[in-house]
């Protein structure tokens, strides 16, 4: 009798063992159930711990709350500039109603079929109305936000939430990447050239004004070098005319031995002359010949030996002169 009994309680046992097997069931944090009975949904799970349902009537299916990832494939678009890009885009998504998202799609696999055409509509619908030059400004983050409003408006019937757009990778196509490239090196060499002419015409300008500058300086230098000079030669002339007015007769006869050294130093020089010449007069006959010498005419005109002889060396004298002219230059 009591082994009967044993054997009762432990089939009791098993049977509420496995009731509770099939009654319970436990609910990850990083999940949502969805209560089915027959097929039809019941109710929905969304808090984590355990839970319970109907045995062998009710089962559960589960969907995941954390968020989604989607990594589209690249697809050509045509900018609002009319140049195409090719977009190659992810988006994130998270599953907001699991009664709704099973009703309009059944299950996750067949949801994604669904994302990748509307998100390549949101991408065609904002990025058409935009540059190029906008969707590589600080612009982007705008754009990329109406992207996700406008998914999450298609998306809203799919109880799914789409958190974020993002483009990951923009190319020009390869037909007109050579186009694009021309145009870009085209604009940089204009932009070079209107630099160099700008550096041509200030470096002009500060040549021109450096010039001037030169040659002001240099004609104040000239006019202030000719008015010294004009200062020296008046005084060298005022204090010549003082010397050599005391005995103009000597002065003649120095400046006459002056050209006769400076004419014949050369051994091999000739003239072509009149003996009458004035230039000769010195060597003419003593009688012909009358030098003051101290202011008085001399009794007996001497010759030009004796001339030499009487008052030396030509040079010497020359040399004393032109010492006395040094001081009155220097002044």
Known sequence: MSQRILIGLGVVVAATVFLLFNALFTVHQTQQALVLQFGNPVRVVDEPGLSIKLPFVQQVEFFERRVLDYDAG???????????????????YRITDPLRFRQSVGAEVAFRGRLEPITFSA???????VSL???LSEERSRLMRRIAEEANTALRQFGVEVIDVRIKRADLPTENQEAIFLRMQTEREREARELRAQGEEIAQRIRARADRERRVLIAEAGQEAEQIRGRGDAIA???FAEAFGQDPAFFGFYRSMQAYRNSLADEATSFVLSPDSDFFRFFHSAGDIAIEVA????????????VMEELGDVEGLAGLVEEDEQPVRAE
């Open 74 to 92: 690249a697809v050509e678009l045509v900018l609002g500039d009319q140049r195409r890009l090719v977009v190659d885009a992810f988006a994130r």
């Open 123 to 129: 991408l065609r619908s904002v990025l058409g109305e």
């Open 133 to 135: 030059f906008t969707i």
């Open 237 to 239: 002339i005022a204090t």
């Open 295 to 306: 202011g008085e005419p001399a009794a007996a005109a001497p010759s030009l030996a004796d």
